[in-house]
Antibody
Framework: EVRLVESGGGLVKPGGSLRLSCEASGLTFSSYAMSWVRQVPGKGLEWVSGISGSGNIRHYAESVKGRFTISRDNSKNTLDLQMNSLGVDDTAVYYC??????????WGQGTVVSVSS | DIQVTQSPSSLSASVGDRVTITCQASQDISDHLNWYQQKPGKAPQLLIYDASILERGAPSRFSGSYSGTHFNFTVSSVQPEDFATYYCQQFQNLPRMCIFGQGTRLENK
C-alpha cells in the first residue's frame, strides 16, 4: 500500500519560513512525479508545485513562484517544500500527492500551515 | 491559460437520486480531466481519470463522460456515503500547471 505522511506544518509569522516534508512508502519513489496541493480551510483546492521523478524538472503556481522551492531525496523517499516569505494567504492545509500521468492518485493526510502575527 | 468552470457550486439530493456535475474547459483539453471526492477533514480521493475511466476501487455508480470541452460527472444512485464535495481537475502542459474546479458540494435534501 502506498502511503504518504506529511510533517513540518505549524504557526509562523508573516515573512517567516517553514519547511514541509513528505515521507513516502510502498512505492518505487523515484519512478513517480510528486506534487504539493493546498487548501485554505473551507475553500477549494490549489495546486502549488510539482517535481519530476528524477527531481530535475520543477513547476510552480504563479502564487508561490520565487518564494517556494520543491525538492526530493530519492535515497530517502522524501519530498520537501521550502516556503519563504510566507503571507497570511499561504495559510492552508498542505497535501503531498503522488502523480500518475495527469492525476493525483495518492494523497497524504495533510499538514496545517498557519501564518499569523 | 486554460480555465475550468465547475457547476453547480452546490446540489441537494436524496438517497437514490441521479445527479450530474459539469466542468467546462475554456479550450480543447482532449480527455485530460479528472474527478475527486473530498469528505470533511479528509484528503481528496481520485474517482475518475482521463474523463471517463473509473479509478480502481471506486464504486461503479460513479461515471464520467465528455463531449468537446464539456465534461460530466454522474452519480447514478446517490448513497449516504456520497454526500461530499466533488472537484474536477485538469493538467496543462504548456505552461505546466494544474487547475482545479471550484468544487460542488453534494448535500442531503
Amino acid at each position: 500500500e502506498v502511503r504518504l505522511v506529511e510533517s513540518g506544518g505549524g504557526l509562523v509569522k508573516p515573512g517567516g519560513s517553514l519547511r514541509l516534508s513528505c515521507e513516502a512508502s510502498g512505492l518505487t519513489f523515484s519512478s513517480y512525479a510528486m506534487s504539493w496541493v493546498r487548501q485554505v480551510p473551507g475553500k477549494g483546492l490549489e495546486w502549488v508545485s510539482g517535481i519530476s521523478g528524477s527531481g530535475n524538472i520543477r513547476h510552480y503556481a504563479e502564487s508561490v513562484k520565487g518564494r517556494f522551492t520543491i525538492s526530493r531525496d530519492n535515497s530517502k523517499n522524501t519530498l520537501d517544500l521550502q516556503m519563504n516569505s510566507l503571507g497570511v494567504d499561504d495559510t492552508a492545509v498542505y497535501y503531498c500527492t503522488k502523480d500518475r500521468a495527469r492525476a493525483f492518485d495518492v494523497w497524504g493526510q495533510g499538514t496545517v500551515v498557519s501564518v499569523s502575527s | 491559460d486554460i480555465q475550468v468552470t465547475q457547476s453547480p457550486s452546490s446540489l441537494s439530493a436524496s438517497v437514490g437520486d441521479r445527479v450530474t456535475i459539469t466542468c467546462q474547459a475554456s479550450q480543447d483539453i482532449s480527455d485530460h480531466l479528472n474527478w475527486y471526492q473530498q469528505k470533511p477533514g479528509k484528503a481528496p480521493q481520485l474517482l475518475i481519470y482521463d474523463a471517463s475511466i473509473l479509478e480502481r476501487g471506486a464504486p461503479s455508480r460513479f461515471s464520467g463522460s465528455y463531449s468537446g470541452t464539456h465534461f460530466n460527472f454522474t452519480v447514478s444512485s446517490v448513497q449516504p456515503e456520497d454526500f461530499a464535495t466533488y472537484y474536477c481537475q485538469q493538467f496543462q502542459n504548456l505552461p505546466r500547471m494544474c487547475i482545479f474546479g471550484q468544487g460542488t458540494r453534494l448535500e442531503n435534501k
